[in-house]
């Protein structure tokens, strides 16, 4: 079955959902490097239009990746619930658009609602709305986790503080995570990226934030962001393993990449559960995720990146995780070329999550090879403030010195926090508190019961 | 009892990221930022820096290797860019080139400007002087060096299939970050042919002045090829386990 639309007397065909999902998503590189996008503004506003007009009931119908094919498809299909669809049902995705920003679509209703919905009706409806639109209806959304702490809750913004060290170089991560800690970053997780997959010193790194964490009795959780066979191997040899950290991504064949499957992700997920680490509750699993990773791989079906993300969205649902976030400015210009086309991502894939019940963070990065500077990320961590965004990054100074690549500062997460009224975590503010954490950093010294020599920092 | 507080800059002696910058209010003092900006210009511009295969191929000249060079079929960094499918790919003739120099089994060099042409010049000489040798001493047959530009990572997998290499470590530049604007990358695929996805390969990242450094990386490809024989696989099943190196004193 096919799509037609008339716009500017050209009447435009889209063969099948997947094109017309394509050719009515907002330009970015991406799907011009995989020959999807539209070849012109009007054909993209014709696909929008004939987008508005289908029901919502037909993406139940057509699947944009063949259930035989693809175990993404089949667990969407498989866990659609048609009695939390049914206050839905009837409209078009245009007329979802319009219920969404209604009055209706409060808090309570988009939570129900998120079972009934599938990833491509979320990423359907993205892409007929504007920037604001995708800002009021995720700030209407709640998502609250649990591990050490609670992240997610009304007027609190978390951070992930990043402490990221070329060589793992213990010295450095613990001097990032001081600084971080004193920047107020740190509640949603103190998440190590490694910089080998070198299983010992992923178990070294993972001792050493566990040290931090206990040294300074600070309520939240780490994370040594290596592979999940990595992961598992580390808590099979006794290592204190609080989150499973994994890229995934929205095809079988996008996963297959990353050297994973959904049962893969359910082995790693039982055997972190079975160490009964969290104290508040069990969600454990952090995901990354990231416009342009399917077509990256080669894994994409000719379904736009934007759409594959938003299915990326469901693998992540499926395992009650702790901490989801899109690298939006990551994967690079080939994806999303500008700073224009990075906000509008980022805004995207925040919307998506929040509308299918994530814990959605964002990490407002670019590299060096993109079209984007400071000014960029300023305007995106703002809008995905105003849009109640669960967290973002902490990285000193804004510069990843090992994945070479620019993320929001601590400095940051202050400048948002202020501007929006915004506090941490609360079990976490309590802590920053009764470490006198702001009055020293305002004095510019580290609080007297927060020794570097605790950390080996002598 | 009180004690001495130790003051915020202290944290600046144990890593190069930037910590304890200050706070102008919540934001960065003067100096700070635009120190930064200053960094990211520098970035930007190593980006676009191209890659120097005369002056490469003399600093590689006492191996005593043979050196051909080939391109990708993207024609300038903007489409090299956008479009990385086309760094993926082979010119035009030269796959029939390289065929003509094919090395069956052997272990195959391929230096790569990547997103830093001077990032590679930089640092691929010392690795390969001492990576070279250690392979040779493993009793590993080297095969010709190939200098490719405009290239990605994948563009190893073409080059090693036209040569019938049995793997292939493609050395390429890395992303330049605020930092480092040097940074080499090691990607090793055991029996390179196209198709091949990053899940087949191992990496060796960060080496640069402050990162790891050329004999370290050279030991660790050394170990990690060993491996690769032995498993007869490169990527997720190969699991890094060389014994780690104390990075400080106990």
């Known amino acids: ?458 | 009892m009180p004690e001495t507080p130790t003051p915020w800059t202290e944290l600046r002696r144990f890593t190069a990221a930037r910590v304890a910058l200050g706070r102008a209010g919540n934001g960065l003092p003067t100096a700070a930022h635009l120190d930064f900006q200053e960094a990211h210009a520098r970035a930007r511009d190593a980006v676009h820096s191209a890659l120097d295969a005369d002056a490469l191929e003399a600093a590689l000249a006492p191996l005593g290797l043979p050196a051909l060079r080939v391109a990708s079929q993207a024609e300038d960094r903007r489409s090299y860019l956008l479009r990385p499918d086309l760094g993926r790919r082979l010119r035009e003739g030269d796959r029939a080139r390289l065929a003509a120099a094919a090395a069956p089994g052997a272990f195959l060099f391929v230096v790569a400007d990547g997103l830093c042409g001077r990032g590679v010049l930089a640092q691929a000489p010392a690795v390969l002087q001492r990576a070279v040798p250690l392979l040779r001493r493993a009793g590993l047959a080297i095969a010709p060096l190939v200098i490719a530009s405009q290239a990605r990572v994948a563009l190893g997998d073409e080059i090693g299939e036209a040569m019938g290499a049995g793997m292939v470590a493609v050395l390429i530049g890395e992303r330049p970050g605020l930092t480092a604007t040097d940074s080499l990358g090691i990607y090793l695929t055991f029996a390179p042919r196209r198709g091949r996805t990053d899940a087949e390969r191992n990496c060796i990242s960060n080496i640069r002045e402050g990162g790891m450094d050329a004999q370290a990386a050279a030991e660790k490809l050394l170990w990690l090829a060993g491996a690769a024989l032995r498993l007869g696989a490169t990527g997720v099943m190969l699991k890094d386990e060389q014994p780690a190196i104390p990075l400080i004193a106990p």
């Open chain 1, 1 to 458: 079955m096919g799509f037609a639309q008339t716009v500017g007397g050209t009447r435009y065909l889209f063969p099948d959902l997947r094109t017309l999902l394509a050719r009515a998503t907002p330009l970015r590189s991406g799907d011009q490097l995989a020959g999807l996008a539209a070849e012109s503004a009007q054909e993209r506003v014709a696909a929008q239009r004939a987008l508005a007009d289908l029901p919502l009931r037909h993406f139940l119908n057509e699947a944009v990746i063949p259930y035989e094919a693809d175990e993404v498809t089949r667990l969407i299909l498989d866990r659609h619930d048609p009695a939390a669809f049914a206050p839905v049902a009837h409209l078009t995705v245009g007329g979802f658009r319009d219920w969404l920003l209604g009055e209706a679509a409060d808090a309570a209703a988009l939570a129900a609602l998120r079972p009934g919905l599938t990833p491509e009706m979320a990423a359907a409806v993205s892409k007929i709305m504007r920037l604001q639109d995708l800002v009021a209806v995720a700030a209407k959304c709640r998502v609250v986790t649990r591990f050490r702490n609670t992240i997610g809750l009304p007027g609190r913004l978390s951070i992930r503080l990043q402490p990221n060290d070329p060589v793992d170089d213990p010295r450095g991560v613990a001097a990032s995570v001081l600084d971080g800690l004193l920047l107020g970053a740190g509640d949603a997780v103190i998440g190590v990226n490694p910089a080998t997959d070198n299983v010992e010193t992923v178990i070294r790194l993972l001792e050493l934030l566990d040290a931090v964490r206990e040294r300074y009795a600070i309520p939240t959780q780490s994370c040594v962001l290596s592979h999940v066979t990595t992961t598992m191997l580390a808590i099979e040899r006794g290592a204190p393993v609080d989150l499973v950290f994994q890229s995934i991504g929205g095809t079988e064949a996008a996963n297959r990449s990353f050297g994973i499957s959904l049962s893969l992700l359910a082995e790693a997920r039982e055997a972190a559960l079975a160490l009964r680490r969290g104290t508040l509750g069990d969600n454990l699993m952090y995901f990354e995720t990231g416009q342009g990773s399917a077509l990256s791989a080669e894994a994409h079906h000719g379904v736009d990146q934007q759409t594959i993300e938003a299915r990326a969205y469901a693998v992540a649902r499926e395992f009650a995780p702790l901490l989801v976030n899109s690298v939006v400015g990551f994967i690079g210009p080939e994806y999303l070329f500008d700073g224009k086309q990075i906000t509008r991502a980022g805004l995207e894939d925040h919307f998506c999550g929040k509308l299918l019940g994530l814990p959605m963070g964002v990490d407002v990065c670019y590299t060096n090879h993109a079209e984007a500077d400071q000014d960029d990320m300023d305007a995106l961590l703002t809008l995905l403030g105003a849009a109640g965004v669960t967290y973002v990054m902490g990285v000193p100074g804004a510069d990843d010195i090992m994945l070479a690549y620019q993320s929001t500062s601590f400095h940051d997460g202050l400048y948002l926090r202020s501007a929006l009224g915004l506090r941490p975590a609360p079990e976490f503010e309590a802590w920053m508190e009764r470490m006198g954490i702001e009055r020293a950093s305002g004095e510019g010294r580290l609080p007297a019961r927060m020794s570097p020599a605790l950390l080996g920092l002598s």
